[in-house]
């Protein structure tokens, strides 16, 4: 559905927004009928001629999802574009007068790189089949996201979730227009990307000497010559890299981390070929003061557009920090389906902020992401189905709720 309906999709939005009121009063039957529920939020998501007989139909049974009954209203509800990833309607004359749009200072788009598959499940204690990290993927490549983190090319030693990466790697069924990065921390993890078929990679560095031992058993200083290989060979094939500062914000050994040296970092890692540096609050200590410091000694040494914040949870502060970072001009956000995550050397930390939870509020903004946030919720069920855990979204919490 576009911003501007016409007369026939505003009469229908109408009814279906009369149907919600007269929900919202009613009391829920006791009755767990989820893939009926499912199909309601479906209705209510996809819209469509039937859209509105099936809310009818969910009225007359006296149920419906907890999400629509308590977290969206009708009047979110009638923005079909908070659930399939289009920019909400823009202000018409019929608002208050002087009332400003909430997307002021916000990009127009911003890109959501999903990584899941790989710092998602990379913490995982029981080894996750290899079928289902192929499954998750593919789920995840019809949802509309543009970047799929895929696995990460380490050593098994180190990461023993991450030995079938050759596998997942050639199981999975590449989408057009997706783009399927790897982790890769020397050239040997690179050749043997490269010959599983990968065509984009990741380094993966860190703005603590503590934690660079701790997590690629080398300094700062050995890890960019490491990176430098890697960069070079990946160039010399047209290999795109990204790179990672990790603990952006804190380091579980160290503490704080001065922003002049994530600055540090990040320049050396853009000088050298990296297109894009993803700054992660690795143990989700941030705040949006200690972000927007950080971000501002970073754009002193690389242009906006090459940034990318990648924020945990810890201390749910994570959607206050991506805000930050949205106003200061980033446009590229890291997350997890379901907020899975947790990095294996920094104790303590939760998971990654999750993907349903920042569509939703970027949905609610009128920030277009190109991703359908429904079809991310159901990816989200499937693996913490798998992992027989609970979900950490918490939008995937009220909307799946009986």
Known sequence: MSAAAGDGDSSDWLRRARCLRSLRASVPARVSVRRRQRRWLAAAAGGGDGAAGDLEEAAAMGNMPSALKHCLSYQHLLKEQLWIGEAAPQPTALQHPGQELLTSGFPEFVKIVEVGPRDGLQNEKAIVPTDVKIEFINRLSKTGLPV?????????KWVPQMADHTEVMRGIECYPGVRYPVLTPNLQGFHSAIAAGATEVSVFGAASESF????INC?????MERFEDVVKSARKMDIPVRGYVSCALGCPYEGNIEPAKVAEVSKRLYSMGCYEISLGDTIGVGTPGSMKRMLESVMMELPVAAIAVHCHDTYGQALANILTAMQMGVHVVDSAAAGLGGCPYAKGATGNVATEDVLYMLNGLGINTGVNLFKVMEAGHFICTA???QTNSKVAQASFSS
């Open 148 to 156: 799929i983190e895929v696995t990460s090319f380490v050593s098994s």
């Open 212 to 215: 660079s031992k701790m997590n």
């Open 387 to 389: 992992l027989n855990k």
């Open 219 to 223: 300094s700062i200083n050995e890890s």
